[in-house]
């Protein structure tokens, strides 16, 4: 019992997505059968759908057939010219038109058409309300809902309460559409859905692509299931800590080569590819990393204004020495380091695999993205300091930028507006910067690393872009936070200054400090535990280390296990739970507090030791294509849903669900097989796919052949009570 | 009535959601793989129920229904070995990768598969036998068939679920241990047990025959239950 088992987190990633939209059609249908059992339909609930024809129970199937293709095709079409329309206000920045329009959707979703239907299911179930405490508390259900959902960043597991609430009643909504025009809609929104997304020009795909241009986030309401601190994933999170203890050095043989230098140096692990062995993280993947760090190097520097970017790149480029892990204490470390140790995530193993450079490379630029004011003093070991304090004093300033940007939260990322636009925008008149956004990632990465990475940005999907960021967000944190169990528990060692040094510089950037920490998030989370991480970093906040190694001799030196084993305790579920609630909230902390990040909770995903594992590369939803040498396609950690998908798999399950609950069930099953099948594809192809084509095809096969031929077998199979 | 939904839903299907949140929720592969092995019943069912459409409805003797359960689970039984087979294409991708990772992928971690399989084969029979006609009790009335009148229609479809998803679970457990040992004998038992178990039904046409069949298909049920703990806990010890 002392190894975890394969199965304990196997395809967590995959329930993780099945769960919400179980839980969206399960909701759907109890409010079908509630409060609309005969299946009334109505033309006029959703005007669109019924323009063209409206269905007469008298008409013939012929007559109906042809008015419902007659108002898919409309409906379609609507659909289409919206996207449209969508995708050129985004391509054009209004983003302001784009953001009141949605917030005006989504407030009258949650405050009239929630009232409606809860009023509604009162009246069902026969109990009373009075109208002030409705007015009142779905008052506040909506503002808070759409600002969490548009504009603030709210916890993340709300956030997806509150979009799975929209899928259900949009998706109810849409059950009063007539029955054929609904059988037929569904189906051409699959064909749409595929050439929307697949076809070259479809709208969008290049939404898409646009989005990924500008490392920006959809304007759109996605569902994006990452761990939010549930129960199953902080078990996993569990595993994978025993596990990481448990492997560590597993196949990787030249595991802690550096044993007792090792500590010191691993503060700075990135630079130091030595150190990075003994992680766990190495075993196995050494391209994967590459991808993790590619990608969040990439958003970094995106985000810096040109001069900068150029800085960075010769900071990377020279800077390399300046990172030599063995200078760590007092040295540039203190954000550098950090910044490097995010990058490091990825690029130590880039390391494992690679060299230093990379690694050093991405680390630098991304220090200078991230105190955007002095790039140069990273060179500086001297200045270091004065750097972070710089840095530090400057971030209630940055925060509250940001979180006026918008763009704040870690969750709930909207789009960015004007402000960071500003910032995003000098990127391509970077020297070797702009389109060439992979490139310049890569170039630090020396000769052998460039063309995966590059290849990999090419790739890589929406998903794996916006995605990876909040998983990495949230091992950054984990690191950080193990980094400040560690100090208690060390009981003095990090002055608070150096906590809040770290703090710092972790918390403000939230976006782009998760972004960093792909690696040694997971490292951290693992390598927290790892006795050798630990000494050097402060507390195995490798991430948040850096700075915490810059000041300090190892810690806990002490590889002994019983170290470890006193910090894992201080992540128990209501921490975890805390850590990552607080993790979203960034923008909003009054500066002198530990950044949520820093508080944040470990990624608790426990697959990635699988990904190590398996060779599974891309976990933030890097794509690692297929270069890691794993035997298996593997999935994002974070996969995203359209919110749209969820609505037509509730609509279609409610549609059922006015026939029989045969057909419920026969249509849940073929959706999520068909959404199985989708993942599939997904960790296959790597790239943002339809996701209704194969689940809406199966669904409504699956509800036509229940009806059809099941249904008649089965029934007077049981009421004869013969069963087999 | 409100009260014969749930009453009937728990009975059926009480012990049924606690095993799967006690065993299977807590590991989302064996989430995943008891949805699949439902999905693939389905199918089974859709296509038995296929061959059948022609001849529905069946006259309502003992006649035709003697043949078409045979036939019918004649076809379990053969899909169950091709589900064998993708367990053990399974197995072997999943043996890999514990390799590549170094976790531990054991014994017990194979029957935790089988189950999830067996599982999704019972939940599937128990969902359309009997979960798809529960709702009709929320109206007022029930119903009964004039052979057995003790028990409507829908308490024996609980019990039929409660007693089914115990058999068809162990059944898939015993019989991917037959095949991995390539004891056939155990294998034969196994299609022969379904057979037998679907053949007690039949007495439901004999009048009063449901006060005999239901309650010896639930202690079946159990019976092999208690046969598939006992197999479960030999190979744990061995694999420890």
């Known amino acids: 019992m002392a190894t975890p088992s394969l199965l304990d987190d196997l395809g967590e990633e995959v329930t993780g997505i099945v769960a919400p939209v179980s839980l969206c059609m399960a909701v759907t249908v109890l409010l079908v059968r509630l409060l609309n059992p005969e299946g009334v339909s109505s033309s006029n609930t959703v005007l669109i759908a019924s323009i063209a024809y409206q269905e007469q129970a008298s008409d013939s199937s012929g007559k109906k057939f042809g008015g419902a293709l007659l108002n898919a095709l409309i409906f379609v079409a609507v659909v289409a010219g919206m996207t449209v329309v969508l995708f050129l206000l985004f391509k054009y920045k209004c983003y302001k038109f784009i953001f009141a329009y949605m917030g005006f959707a989504v407030f009258n979703i949650f405050f009239f058409i929630t009232g409606a239907l809860f009023i509604q299911v009162m009246q069902v179930i026969d109990l009373h309300i009075d109208a002030f405490s409705l007015a009142y508390g779905l008052f506040n259900f909506s503002i808070v809902g759409t600002l969490g959902l548009l504009f603030m960043p709210i916890p993340l597991l709300s956030k997806q309460v509150y979009l799975i609430w929209v899928g259900i009643i949009v998706a109810y909504i849409f059950t009063f559409i007539p029955e054929w025009t609904a059988w037929v809609i569904l189906c051409f929104m699959a064909l749409y859905d595929i050439v929307a997304v697949l076809v070259p020009g479809g709208p969008l795909k290049a939404l898409v692509e646009l989005a990924i241009e500008r490392q920006q986030e959809l304007p759109a309401l996605i569902y994006e299931a990452r761990p939010a601190g549930g129960r199953p994933y902080v078990r996993g999170w569990g595993n994978r800590g025993q596990r990481g203890e448990g492997e560590e050095g597993g196949p990787e043989g030249p595991a802690g080569p550096d044993g007792p230098g090792g500590p010191a140096a691993n503060g700075a692990v990135p630079a130091a590819p030595p150190n990075v062995v003994p992680s766990p993280h190495a075993n196995g993947r050494g391209p994967r990393p590459v991808a993790e760090a590619s990608s969040p190097a990439a958003s970094l520097e995106m985000r810096q204004p040109t001069t900068r970017a150029v800085h960075g790149q010769g900071a990377a480029a020279g800077a390399g020495a300046v990172f030599d892990p063995y200078e760590a204490p007092g040295s540039p470390g203190g954000t550098g380091r950090r910044r490097a140790g995010g990058v490091s995530g990825g690029g130590w193993a880039q390391a494992a695999t690679t060299r230093v450079a990379p690694a050093v490379g991405a680390g630098a630029a991304d220090f200078t993205g991230q105190t955007q004011v002095q790039p140069m003093r990273l060179s500086m070991a001297g200045e270091a300091d004065a750097a972070m304090e710089a840095q530090w004093q400057q971030q209630p300033q940055r925060r509250r930028q940001r979180s006026q940007g918008g763009g704040a939260g870690s969750g709930p990322r909207p789009v960015a507006e004007g402000r960071e636009q500003g910032e995003w925008q000098p990127l391509p008149a970077a020297p070797e910067g702009g389109a060439a956004g992979a490139a310049l990632r890569v170039r630090p990465g020396g000769p052998g690393l460039s063309e995966p990475v590059a290849a990999d940005s090419g790739r890589s999907s929406p998903r794996s872009h916006t995605s990876m960021e909040p998983l990495l967000n949230q091992r950054a944190a984990a690191a950080a936070a193990l980094d400040r169990d560690l100090k208690d528990f060390d009981g003095a060692a990090g002055p608070s200054s150096r906590g809040r040094v770290s703090n710092s510089s972790a918390g403000p950037q939230g976006r782009e400090m998760r972004s960093l920490q792909p690696g040694a998030g997971a490292s951290s989370g693992k390598g927290a535990l790892d006795p050798y991480l630990r000494g050097p970093s402060g507390g195995g906040g490798v991430a948040a280390a850096g700075g915490a190694a810059g000041g300090d001799p190892p810690r806990l030196t002490n590889p002994g296990t019983m170290g470890v084993r006193a910090v894992a305790p201080a992540f128990d579920a209501e921490r975890l739970a805390e850590a990552v609630r607080r993790n979203t909230l960034d923008g909003e902390l009054p500066a002198s507090e530990p950044p949520p990040q820093l508080a944040g909770a470990p990624p608790p995903d426990g697959h990635h030791p699988h990904h190590r594992g398996h060779g599974h590369h891309h976990d933030g939803g890097a794509d690692g294509g297929g270069e890691g040498g794993g035997d298996l396609p593997d999935l994002p950690d974070s996969i995203k849903l359209g919110l749209g998908d969820f609505i037509f798999y509730s609509m279609l399950v409610g549609r059922a669900a006015m026939y029989d609950f045969m057909t419920v069930f026969a249509a849940y099953l073929a959706i999520i097989a068909g959404l199985g099948l989708t993942l599939l594809c997904l960790a296959v192809f790597q790239k943002a796919l339809p996701a209704l084509p194969f689940s809406i095809a199966l669904g409504v096969a699956f509800y036509f052949l229940t009806r059809l031929t099941l249904e008649p077998f089965l029934i007077p199979l049981a009421t004869n009570l013969a069963f087999f | ?240």
């Open chain 2, 1 to 240: 009535m409100p009260i014969d939904f749930f009453g009937l839903f728990f009975l059926g299907l009480g012990p049924g959601i606690a095993f799967f949140i006690v065993l299977i929720a807590r590991k989302s592969f064996l989430v995943l793989l008891a949805l699949f092995s439902a999905f693939l019943w389905l199918v089974v069912l859709l296509f038995i129920s296929a061959i059948f459409r022609a001849f529905v409805p069946l006259s309502p003797t003992i006649g035709p229904y003697t043949g078409m359960l045979a036939a019918s689970v004649f076809i379990e039984e053969a899909v169950r070995y091709g589900t064998w087979w993708l367990h053990r294409v399974t197995l072997n991708t999943l043996d890999g990768m514990a390799r590549a990772s170094g976790h531990r992928f054991g014994l017990l971690d194979k029957l935790y598969m089988a189950v999830a399989w067996g599982y999704g084969h019972g939940a599937c029979h128990a969902v359309f036998f009997f979960l798809s006609l529960l709702p009709l009790t929320t109206g007022d009335g029930t119903l009964y068939v004039a052979e057995c009148p003790q028990m409507s229609v829908f308490l024996v479809g609980a019990l039929y679920s409660l007693a089914f998803g115990m058999i068809l679970t162990s059944l898939t457990v015993i019989a991917f241990d037959g095949y991995m040992n390539k004891n056939y004998l155990v294998v034969a038992a196994v299609a022969l047990l379904h057979w037998g178990a679907a053949f007690l039904t039949l007495l439901n046409f004999q009048r009063d025959g449901c006060v005999v069949s239901m309650p010896v298909l639930v202690a079946l049920g159990l019976l092999l239950t208690g046969y598939t703990v006992a197999l479960c806990w030999k190979k744990g010890q061995v694999a420890r």
